[in-house]
């Protein structure tokens, strides 16, 4: 059972434009969000990670914005560069627990 | 940030044959560990916890026989693929998290790839 949902699978941006993940959860137990960004052959990075007592994180040009409420997470990649091409994926944790992956999505940033 | 290495990075075996992958946290002391698989376009999926000095908890599925976790001390974990088969290449993963009341985030490994012949 996919406890966080991501979507979209894959997506393609232009150089200097906005690109927009999005995850939703249903355990309101989680408390814990971060995003990792993956290249090929490589293990998870994080970039950023939230806590729900804040409704948005900015750091550098990665911007998450966290809905309580509605159960829903996103990541703002802002002036998006080729460099940016790679897996992202969401996940969230309820404290001492491991994480629970979305299933990744594929963005793909043309010159 | 915290730095956790595995070893090796790529690994070919024969089928039968047993394969042992390390994970390091270089820099701290983790409490716990991770273990993960994945396989390509996926995402990743937790295979066993396993904390310092205790047995692994793995997760539903995945056979403890056959992925040997020891968690032997606070900077070293270690999964053994026992008996490998083809089907057990992938792309293994570990993470560890720091000994610390605040954050308890999870740093990765770089992962090891496994190709079972």
């Known amino acids: 059972q996919q406890q966080v949902k991501q979507s979209p699978q894959s997506l393609i941006v232009q150089k200097g434009g906005i690109s927009i993940i999005n995850c939703a959860y249903e355990n309101t137990a989680f408390d814990y969000f971060p995003w990792y960004q993956q290249f090929p052959g490589k293990g998870p990075a994080l970039l950023i990670a939230i806590r729900p007592d804040v409704s948005e994180k900015k750091e550098g040009r990665f911007t998450i914005s966290f809905n309580k409420s509605a159960k829903q997470f996103s990541l703002h990649i802002m002036d998006s560069q080729p460099g940016d091409s790679a897996t992202y994926f969401c996940?969230?944790?309820?404290?001492?627990?491991?994480?629970?992956f979305g299933k990744g999505t594929s963005l793909l940033v043309t010159p | 940030g915290a730095v956790v290495s595995q070893h090796p990075s790529r690994v070919i075996c024969k089928s039968g044959t047993s394969v042992k992958i390390e994970c390091r946290s270089l820099?701290?002391?983790?409490?716990?560990m991770f273990w993960y698989r994945q396989f390509p376009k996926q995402s990743l999926m937790l295979m066993a916890t396993?904390?310092?000095?205790?047995?692994?908890?793995?997760e539903q599925g995945v056979e403890k026989d056959k992925f040997l976790i020891n968690h032997a001390s606070l900077t070293l974990s270690t999964l053994t693929v026992t008996s490998a088969h083809p089907e057990d290449s992938s792309f293994y993963i570990c993470?560890?998290?720091?000994?610390?009341?605040?954050?308890?985030?999870?740093?990765f490994g770089p992962g090891t790839r496994l190709t079972v012949l």
């Open positions: 396993s904390n310092e000095g205790s047995k692994a908890t793995y």
């Open positions: 820099d701290f002391q983790a409490t716990t």
């Open positions: 993470s560890a998290s720091e000994r610390r009341e605040t954050n308890n985030e999870q740093f």
């Open positions: 996940a969230a944790r309820h404290s001492g627990y491991a994480l629970n």
